[in-house]
């Protein structure tokens, strides 16, 4: 067996200098942090209104002692197990864990972790610890299920980050790659920490992928296209088209103004545009603008009028066709399903088909972020937009990442800052850097109206520039795309949209999240969708007779908007119809980034 290297011893001279670097920027970043502290929150939430949950939480837990000495007890018992166990690993013995990572764990890969005994002992006391804790939190009787549930996350946020990987002494190949580099992981991994807080003006912004390796509209979002129309909110881009025939009904994309249009661009292999494109359609694209303190006041009435509706005005001129098959994917789906509520009292009837991608329209179970809305952190989060008339986008992203910490943030905290390594460059992750701010008025009454009070589903619950809407006046046919590990819109939230449309409604299931189980080209075998004709009230009686495709739901659906496409015409260009090209796309709304 090869001997280890020696360890590298660092050189002197070189270790004065990176500290003096260190300790020089340190000190600006420090000044500039106070000088910019204003009390903010962390992503969404309100610190105070997290703690006094645990307040409430540790009151409940301590009036009834004998529940918290019978588990405290259990842990014990877990502990003398685990002891025993790792005893006779030591003697030479082969006992069983007493306690293994979830398969999807990927913290404790290294086969460290397994073959070393100490560092077995250290992986299992932390998931037993883990297990007893977030066990204990949800057995406590008396909460509200509000509070429940933001006990339960921020337990979670709690217990992920005190993962014995997350530190130099508890991690082994922390520990082997900082003995093999004479410390030099170190020194780079805190370079490395502040430049993250000098990108984010004294905020860690952590970089998840090497920024330097994209550019949009360069090796990202290069379909080859043109900006059309704008106003203050969009720009509408149209794709060239690569047939020679194409389906007469234009294809209009609403995404989410949450993230950028170009998760469905990223690349050609991977583009839902390109490949939409491919199969003969007409493809516009709505680009939100990344709006500033002078879109303060648009609200949710103007992301309909400025958006789908002045797209379709908009495409009309373009193409000369007045009818339309429309896609909304997130919160761009709630905003087409209420939109076409709207339409349905003005008597328009110029979208033909929906579909709608991972888009929540009952938010009665809105899955995790629900645990960032109730009134108290509403109100401080209003209070914080009101100071520069929108919602920060590192803001958005945080909230975002917490929902997946251990993937999109302590992954990044290990590679980045302990083992002093450069991120990987990932086309998704560079998306999902790629963050934009909320106007203040549209996201109020967003979070409020739909999330909080859930009027969406309410016949009348909510009005849209003056008129009273209802979602069971839609009768065009619908086709729900959900994912089953989605964190973010739950499909079995989703699925209650197939009990309210009055039209045709097709359900189909995809594998995996809700960006992957979206972007997923077929012919990878990557991930596939469950489908079905029926629709039961219960989404666990749809899943049971639904069937198992081992591929992508792309071709699946591009089969059922065919058969709404009206036909086929000569293939047109942009600039063919009355609206003149303004630019290449993605255009320049999309390049514009957020705090």
């Given at each position: 067996?090869a001997?280890?290297?020696p360890?590298?011893?660092?050189?002197?001279?070189?270790?004065?200098r990176?500290?003096?670097?260190?300790?020089?920027?340190?000190?600006?970043?420090?000044?500039?942090?106070?000088?910019?502290?204003?009390?903010?929150?962390l992503?969404?939430?309100?610190?105070?209104?997290?703690?006094?949950?645990?307040?409430?939480?540790?009151?409940?837990?301590m009036?009834?002692?004998?529940?918290?000495?019978?588990?405290?007890?259990?842990?014990?018992?877990?502990?003398?197990?685990l002891w025993?166990?790792?005893?006779?690993?030591?003697?030479?013995?082969?006992?069983?864990?007493?306690?293994?990572p979830?398969?999807?764990?990927?913290?404790?890969k290294?086969?460290a972790?397994?073959?070393?005994?100490?560092?077995?002992?250290?992986k299992?006391?932390?998931?037993?610890?883990?297990?007893?804790?977030?066990?204990?939190?949800?057995?406590?009787?008396?909460?509200?299920?509000?509070?429940?549930?933001?006990?339960?996350?921020?337990?979670r946020?709690?217990?992920?980050?005190?993962?014995?990987?997350?530190?130099?002494?508890?991690?082994?190949?922390v520990?082997?790659?900082?003995i093999?580099s004479?410390?030099?992981?170190?020194?780079?991994?805190?370079k490395?920490v502040?430049?993250?807080?000098?990108?984010?003006?004294?905020?860690?912004?952590?970089?998840?992928?090497d920024?330097?390796a994209f550019k949009v509209?360069?090796?990202?979002?290069?379909?080859?296209?043109?900006?059309?129309?704008?106003?203050?909110?969009?720009?509408?881009?149209?794709?060239?088209?690569?047939?020679?025939?194409?389906?007469?009904?234009?294809?209009?994309?609403?995404?989410?103004?949450?993230?950028?249009?170009?998760?469905?661009?990223?690349?050609?292999?991977n583009?839902?545009?390109k490949?939409?494109?491919?199969?003969?359609?007409t493809?516009?694209?709505?680009?939100?603008?990344?709006?500033?303190?002078?879109?303060?006041?648009?609200?949710f009435d103007?992301?309909?009028?400025?958006?789908?509706?002045?797209?379709?005005?908009?495409?009309?001129q373009?193409?000369?066709?007045?009818?339309?098959?429309?896609?909304?994917y997130?919160?761009?789906?709630?905003?087409?399903?209420?939109?076409?509520?709207y339409?349905?009292?003005?008597?328009?009837?110029?979208?033909?088909s929906?579909?709608?991608?991972?888009?929540?329209?009952d938010f009665?179970?809105?899955?995790?972020?629900?645990?960032?809305?109730?009134?108290?952190?509403?109100?401080?989060?209003?209070?914080r937009?009101?100071e520069?008339g929108?919602?920060?986008?590192?803001?958005m992203?945080?909230?975002?990442?917490?929902?997946?910490?251990?993937?999109?943030?302590?992954?990044?905290?290990?590679?980045?800052?302990?083992?002093?390594?450069?991120?990987?460059?990932?086309d998704?992750?560079?998306?999902?850097s790629d963050s934009t701010?909320?106007?203040?008025?549209?996201?109020?009454?967003y979070?409020?109206?739909?999330?909080?009070?859930?009027?969406?589903?309410?016949?009348?619950?909510?009005s849209?520039c003056?008129?009273?809407?209802?979602?069971?006046?839609?009768?065009?046919?619908?086709f729900?795309?959900?994912?089953?590990?989605?964190?973010?819109?739950p499909?079995?939230s989703?699925?209650?949209?197939?009990?309210?449309?009055?039209?045709p409604?097709?359900?189909?299931?995809?594998?995996?999240?809700?960006?992957?189980?979206?972007?997923?080209?077929?012919?990878?075998?990557?991930?596939?969708?469950?489908?079905?004709?029926?629709?039961?009230?219960?989404?666990?009686?749809?899943?049971k007779?639904?069937?198992?495709e081992?591929?992508?739901?792309?071709?699946?659906w591009e089969?059922?908007?065919a058969?709404?496409?009206?036909?086929?015409?000569?293939?047109?260009?942009?600039?063919?119809g009355?609206?003149?090209?303004?630019?290449?796309?993605?255009?320049?709304?999309?390049?514009?980034?957020?705090s």
């Amino acid at each position: 067996m090869a001997e280890p290297p020696p360890p590298k011893i660092p050189d002197p001279l070189q270790w004065s200098r990176d500290m003096a670097e260190i300790a020089e920027r340190s000190q600006r970043l420090v000044l500039e942090f106070l000088a910019r502290q204003s009390g903010g929150g962390l992503g969404m939430a309100d610190p105070l209104n997290i703690g006094s949950a645990f307040l409430e939480m540790t009151g409940r837990m301590m009036s009834d002692p004998g529940k918290l000495m019978q588990a405290q007890v259990s842990l014990w018992q877990d502990y003398m197990t685990l002891w025993q166990r790792t005893a006779e690993r030591f003697l030479g013995g082969k006992p069983e864990p007493l306690v293994e990572p979830s398969p999807g764990d990927r913290r404790f890969k290294d086969t460290a972790w397994s073959d070393g005994t100490l560092f077995d002992f250290i992986k299992q006391s932390y998931l037993l610890t883990a297990r007893w804790l977030q066990s204990t939190v949800k057995e406590v009787d008396g909460l509200d299920e509000k509070t429940a549930r933001k006990v339960d996350f921020y337990t979670r946020q709690f217990v992920d980050a005190m993962a014995p990987s997350n530190f130099v002494l508890t991690n082994p190949e922390v520990l082997r790659t900082t003995i093999e580099s004479g410390g030099e992981n170190l020194v780079t991994g805190l370079k490395h920490v502040l430049e993250d807080l000098e990108r984010g003006k004294g905020r860690l912004m952590i970089k998840m992928t090497d920024l330097d390796a994209f550019k949009v509209g360069q090796n990202i979002a290069v379909t080859p296209g043109k900006v059309v129309y704008q106003n203050d909110l969009l720009q509408l881009i149209q794709y060239e088209p690569t047939t020679d025939k194409v389906k007469r009904r234009p294809l209009l994309i609403i995404p989410p103004w949450i993230n950028k249009f170009y998760i469905l661009d990223l690349r050609p292999r991977n583009s839902f545009i390109k490949w939409a494109v491919d199969q003969g359609h007409t493809v516009f694209v709505i680009s939100w603008v990344n709006p500033d303190e002078h879109l303060a006041r648009k609200g949710f009435d103007d992301y309909m009028l400025e958006g789908p509706l002045a797209a379709l005005d908009a495409m009309e001129q373009a193409t000369g066709e007045r009818e339309a098959n429309v896609i909304g994917y997130c919160l761009g789906g709630t905003l087409l399903a209420a939109t076409l509520a709207y339409m349905a009292v003005k008597g328009d009837d110029r979208i033909k088909s929906a579909t709608y991608f991972v888009a929540l329209t009952d938010f009665a179970e809105p899955g995790e972020l629900s645990v960032f809305i109730d009134e108290d952190q509403l109100h401080s989060l209003e209070e914080r937009m009101r100071e520069h008339g929108y919602l920060e986008g590192s803001d958005m992203a945080t909230t975002f990442n917490m929902l997946r910490a251990n993937d999109l943030i302590w992954s990044f905290v290990v590679n980045n800052y302990l083992l002093g390594k450069e991120p990987f460059p990932f086309d998704l992750l560079y998306w999902n850097s790629d963050s934009t701010r909320m106007p203040a008025a549209m996201h109020s009454f967003y979070l409020r109206n739909m999330y909080q009070e859930n009027k969406l589903v309410v016949p009348g619950g909510i009005s849209l520039c003056g008129v009273p809407i209802d979602l069971s006046k839609i009768t065009v046919p619908s086709f729900l795309l959900s994912t089953r590990e989605d964190h973010i819109a739950p499909w079995k939230s989703t699925y209650a949209a197939t009990q309210i449309y009055k039209g045709p409604t097709t359900f189909c299931l995809a594998a995996s999240g809700h960006i992957a189980g979206v972007v997923n080209p077929p012919g990878q075998g990557k991930y596939g969708h469950w489908h079905s004709t029926k629709h039961p009230r219960s989404p666990e009686d749809w899943l049971k007779g639904a069937k198992y495709e081992n591929d992508s739901w792309w071709p699946a659906w591009e089969t059922w908007v065919a058969k709404h496409s009206g036909g086929e015409v000569l293939a047109r260009k942009p600039g063919d119809g009355k609206l003149a090209p303004i630019e290449d796309a993605p255009g320049s709304y999309v390049q514009v980034k957020a705090s």
